[in-house]
Nanobody
Framework: QVQLVESGGGLVQPGGSLRLSCVAS????????MGWYRQAPGKQRELVARIEGDGTTNYVNSVKGRFTISRVNAKNTVYLQMNSLQPEDTAVYYC???????????????WGQGTQVAVSS
């Protein structure tokens, strides 16, 4: 199994910044992709940003130019730097990893518990 622990959420004013972190632990053999998803009240969970093992990234259009995803492979950690936050960014942000473990050698998706981000004046 893989455990994902997020941190860094909170309340921020419009225009402010937050940095989310997610650390993966467990009997990990390989992490292929890591990403951040978000779910606002009454809405479906959506992809925010993903980064693959080769460093390839992709972002949802609404955050391009404002959010940056990065990854430290040696620490099994993914970050999401969020700048110029707007009220519409308010949501629970979930970390996602696609990883192979000793028990499940085929790459499987894992999710964190989520961290709340609230943007309000």
């Amino acid at each position: 199994q893989v455990q994902l622990v997020e941190s860094g959420g909170g309340l921020v004013q419009p225009g402010g910044s937050l940095r989310l972190s997610c650390v993966a632990s467990g009997s990990i053999v390989r992490i292929d992709g890591m990403g951040w998803y978000r779910q606002a009240p009454g809405k479906q969970r959506e992809l925010v940003a993903r980064i693959e093992g080769d460093g390839t990234t992709n972002y949802v259009n609404s955050v391009k130019g404002r959010f940056t995803i990065s990854r430290v492979n040696a620490k099994n950690t993914v970050y999401l730097q969020m700048n110029s936050l707007q009220p519409e960014d308010t949501a629970v942000y979930y970390c996602n990893a696609r990883a192979a473990t000793l028990v499940r050698p085929r790459s499987t998706e894992y999710w964190g518990q989520g961290t709340q981000v609230a943007v309000s004046s």
